[in-house]
């Protein structure tokens, strides 16, 4: 009998942990996460007007229920106060890391650590409950805000920018986030690329979205798709990109309307400075760009500048170094052969990666299917070697020993019963609990 660890409850940990029991009828998988909350970036990366994929949540909800899958939150694998790479490799016959690409990507320009400045993902895990958040006050004084990038992420924090309360009220949204949002005076969202519209990277069921929110206008620059050659010949674009051409030639105008919020859609400009404004960011410096004739673009020498008292920035993720596990700073991915971790370019028994920490940040939620499958097929074929003769038949009572009080499944119970209850109290549906202290007090009532 094989006992596996899974490091990371997010859909690349649930499929692989699916993939174990499916194909092996004795393995035992112990998924860890470092939250006491499974679910990955399911639960705390997908914006919560996005119910249907958030409803994600009951498939992988049935992987960490099987009789042969147990979930451990609340465990910290390396870093200080962490549990040992080398120490979990004791305890377990393999262990797969699907920890994710948690850090994101930076621009690199003057002014970017001034105070209004963010990546998206810390915006994200703002309105999204993450108990590692901080409530900044993105969004207090802020009339006009700048969002760079043109992925979905970028759409979803410029949607997320202009709802109104009567939108958000029925999602599971903290309150405090709810109230800040309710009560912001963001007037203007400029999401602005440095490509053309037919290279950007969001999805035209994302980018419609923009166009039916209530009391907002969104426009697009007539030029800025002049310029784009893809533009010219829609009908030789790939299917996603011409419908979002088609989208974005709808919302072509030359004046603004009478809404209270619009978005404006820009392109062909590459941030060069964020400039400061009374100690903190008061407007972006872009240079206009323009096709280099190779797929790429090229900066004109033409400069603008946008008025912003909030910057996000939404250029891409990137993976982080895990104590104890091989790294590659160039591609942020753990080093691997099939989902195998390569140690100075040799098989390291045992070891194993899947997701993003595997691949980089690509692809979709259910890309995640054939990654994970991939890496147990290298397990499995492994498994004669892995045979047990060390490590306890359990290793709950070890990581004890080690000071890691776990959060069982029960305890992930608790906590959703307490953000029902809370949702009740405040006369909404359910909304999380937004930090430490109420998850782990709502985790030990089990």
């Not at 070891?351 to 691949?359: D, F, L, N, Q």
């Not at 290298?378 to 038949?393: E, K, N, V």
Request: aromatic share 6%.
């Amino acid at each position: 009998m094989l006992r596996v660890a899974v490091v990371g409850s997010g859909p690349s940990g649930c499929y692989t942990a699916q993939n174990l029991v499916q194909l092996d009828p004795e393995v035992r998988v112990d998924v860890l996460d470092r939250l006491p909350c499974p679910y990955g970036l399911v639960r705390y990366g997908v914006a919560p007007d996005h119910e249907k994929i958030k409803s994600l949540q009951g498939s992988l909800r049935a992987v960490l229920e099987h009789d042969r899958v147990r979930f451990l939150g609340g465990v910290r694998v390396g870093g200080p106060g962490g549990l040992p790479v080398a120490r979990l490799r004791e305890l377990y016959d393999a262990v797969v890391y699907c920890v994710g690409a948690a850090a994101d990507r930076r621009l690199g320009i003057p002014g970017e650590e001034l105070p209004g400045s963010w990546s998206a993902t810390e915006f994200v895990s703002w309105y999204s409950a993450h108990p590692d958040a901080a409530d900044a006050g993105f969004v207090r004084g802020v009339r006009s805000a700048v969002v760079i990038g043109v992925g979905n992420v970028a759409v979803d924090v410029t949607r997320m920018l202009a709802r109104g309360p009567v939108e958000l009220r029925p999602t599971d949204m903290p309150q405090a986030a709810l109230d800040a949002l309710a009560a912001s005076g963001v007037a203007e969202v400029h999401m602005v690329g440095r490509r053309g519209p037919s290279q950007a990277r969001f999805t035209t069921k994302e980018l419609r979205e923009l166009g039916g929110l209530p009391g907002t206008e969104v426009s697009v620059d007539a030029d800025e798709l002049a310029r784009d050659p893809g533009c010219a010949d829609p009908a030789a674009l790939p299917a996603v990109r011409r419908r979002n051409v088609e989208t974005l030639r709808g919302w072509v105008t030359d004046r603004p309307g009478g809404a209270g919020r619009r978005i404006r859609l820009r392109f062909f400009l590459r941030p060069v400075e964020l400039l400061a404004r009374d100690g903190r960011v008061g407007a972006v410096r872009f240079e206009r760009t323009a096709p280099d004739g190779q797929g790429g673009v090229a900066g004109t020498g033409r400069f603008e500048t946008v008025p912003a008292q909030l910057v996000l920035r939404s250029v891409g993720y990137r993976g982080v170094p895990l104590d104890g596990l091989p790294f590659d700073a160039a591609s942020g991915t753990v080093p691997h052969r099939q989902g195998r971790v390569l140690r100075e370019g040799t098989t390291s028994p045992g070891e194993y990666v899947a997701g993003w920490i595997k691949r980089g940040p690509t692809g979709v939620i259910g890309t995640n299917r054939p990654c994970a499958k991939e890496t147990v097929a290298s397990l499995l074929t492994d498994a004669p070697a892995l045979a047990r003769g060390r490590g306890p038949d359990d290793p709950l009572p070890a990581l004890r020993a080690a000071g890691v009080e776990p959060v069982p499944w029960a305890g992930w119970l608790a906590i959703e019963r307490a953000e029902a209850e809370l949702g009740a109290r405040l006369g909404r549906g359910v909304v999380k609990l937004a930090d430490w202290d109420a998850l782990l007090t709502a985790a030990r009532i089990a």
